[in-house]
């Protein structure tokens, strides 16, 4: 019997909880293979959760492999920060500083992350826990892992599987959006292409000055937009090609392997399979829907105040989400007239809204970190 | 310039066909040709085939003035004719140009394919998205000035229609 229990010891202590949590990180791992949802992060995050919720797994805790992945990256934020470079070294912000306007829709695009702050309060979260689930109306995984992390650690595992689940939903979440308040003839609205080159010293500046002024009026914003300011200003310096092939490909990639792993591994039955966890779930579609919503109703403002054109639709793309949103946009608006290119005005749009997500993170991390 | 398929025996030609100002006159476009035909009625007793007279054809082809199916030449020729620009025209874009940054990706037509409204002609990758070009009309390609792989900038020439 002695035997039996020692061979079979796992199958014996195995939990429903644990056999629930291998089943949603299988899940997981069914997205990202067959549905290709995020494959890059929802493999690794699903790997992490069946490994961190098999019984008797030596993989968390003391010297396990994914809890010193937690320790070494995600409690002290250095993987999305690390992200972040790579994410700067690929952006091209370059539609937007042909359009600098556009940053008012990228601003507009983060409304549902008070807007979600508030009813999170509402349902009974505290305030830290709430600011943690509205951020992921900032629909930008590093952010909302990097804010979460801070205010409410113990919340980091549903709001990370939420936020990248839903990020790869965009095309699902928006388009019936989209078409319910913004009318035919709206969507119809045709914006020519603006060639407006912008200059290489402007490229070269604009990092500098974002990260400049960024910093001095949010400090709290300072980790996350410097990191992502300095991945754009090696990519246009065009004079360390190699440090921007390697924050946009080794490091990033190693680095998302890293936090997804550790991230999965946070998926503990323990401290998963709560109410909140389903709370977080549905406040998160609705911090998505009501981010696009506001993005596309503060567009429609804007085209009857500026007389236009512009095209409601980009409103869409003001909530980051890069660059997904932005492809959302220019396919909804093709279905109405295939010879309405939107794409570039909704990039400038989209990066704006990258741009703003990180500082809209920092603003939250300012009003309640250390509450 | 609306297309039909047309099957004589075993063989299928595609022709262009568009009506002109006078009800009996028509441009018809066949075997990379253009031709302005009338439509003559004839009283004979066997056929209702209308006989068909060309009016104007490309240079450097013999006028046919034939029954309909010999007005179709059997290998299409590689250019096709310069033609005058027609006098009552409709409001139809000549050509198409990149309405953004990109590269080709796919080109989807060839000289002398007859195509309409919303057909696809190239594929354009911008911003790592694979973007349709589509036909803003009906017609038939004349000449494509881009290749797959090509780097394009907004507003470079893509494609001309033929005239008609």
Do not use: C
Not at chain 1, 42 to 47: E, M, S
Not at chain 1, 339 to 364: K, P, R
Not at chain 2, 8 to 33: C, S, W
């Amino acid at each position: 019997m002695n035997i039996l229990a020692t061979i079979f010891g796992g199958l014996l202590s195995m939990t429903w909880g644990q056999a629930l949590m291998i089943g949603v990180g299988l899940l997981l791992i069914y997205l990202a293979i067959v549905k290709e949802y995020e494959p890059v992060l929802l493999l690794p995050i699903g790997a992490g959760a069946v490994l961190a919720n098999l019984p008797l797994s030596p993989v968390v805790g003391e010297d396990g492999i994914l809890s010193i992945l937690y320790q070494a990256g995600v409690a002290n934020e250095l993987f999305p920060l690390l992200i972040f470079v790579g994410i700067g070294a690929m952006t091209d912000f370059g539609p937007l500083l042909e359009r600098p306007h556009m940053l008012l829709l990228g601003a507009a695009g983060q409304f549902g992350i008070f807007g979600t702050l508030f009813l999170a309060l509402l349902l009974g979260f505290n305030i830290n826990e709430a600011a943690s689930i509205g951020i992921i109306g900032a629909i930008d995984g590093p952010t909302s892992i990097y804010v979460s992390n801070l205010l409410a650690p113990h919340l980091l595992g549903p709001i990370a599987v939420v936020a990248y689940s839903y990020m790869s939903l965009v095309p699902i979440i928006q388009p019936p959006i989209m078409r319910a308040l913004i009318s035919k003839k709206e969507r119809r609205i045709r914006m020519p292409y603006s060639e407006n080159p912008v200059s290489r010293r402007t490229r070269i500046l604009f990092p500098i000055l974002v990260t400049i002024v960024v910093g001095i009026l949010v400090p709290m914003a300072i980790p996350l937009i410097g990191m992502l300011m300095l991945g754009n200003l090696m990519k246009e310096s065009g004079v360390v090609q190699r440090l921007v092939g390697a924050s946009e490909n080794e490091i990033a990639n190693v680095v998302t392997l890293f936090l997804g792993l550790a991230i999965g591994a946070t998926m503990q039955a323990q401290y998963f399979l709560k109410l909140d966890t389903l709370l977080i779930l549905v406040l998160g579609v609705f911090a998505f829907g009501l981010d696009t919503a506001a993005g596309l109703l503060f567009a429609k403002f804007l085209n009857w105040v500026t007389r236009g054109p512009l095209n409601p639709l980009i409103g869409a793309a003001g909530i980051s989400a890069f660059p997904m949103a932005a492809r959302v946009v220019q396919k909804v608006a093709q279905e109405e007239d295939f010879e309405n290119f939107l794409l570039m005005h909704a990039m400038g749009a989209n990066t704006a809204g990258q741009i703003a997500s990180v500082v809209a993170g920092g603003v939250v991390l300012a009003l309640f970190a250390g509450r | 310039m609306k297309s039909y398929t047309i099957t004589i025996g075993d063989k299928t030609h595609i022709i262009g066909l568009q009506e002109l100002d006078n009800p009996d006159r028509f441009r018809v476009l066949a075997g990379g040709q253009v031709y302005e035909i009338k439509v003559v009625a004839v009283e004979e007793s066997d056929a209702e085939i209308p006989s068909i007279e060309v009016i104007q054809a490309a240079k450097d082809q013999p006028a046919l003035a034939h029954k309909a199916p010999e007005l179709l030449p059997k290998a299409p020729s590689s250019r096709p004719p310069d033609l005058p620009e027609p006098e009552a025209a409709e409001e139809l874009p000549a050509e198409v140009r990149a309405p953004m940054p990109g590269v080709i990706l796919e080109v989807s037509v060839t000289p002398g394919t007859p195509v309409q409204r919303g057909d696809q002609l190239f594929v354009l990758e911008a911003m790592k998205m694979k973007n349709p070009i589509r036909s803003p009309r009906d017609g038939v390609v004349a000449e494509v000035f881009v290749h797959e792989g090509q780097n394009v900038n907004y507003d470079d020439l893509l494609l001309r229609y033929r005239e008609g």
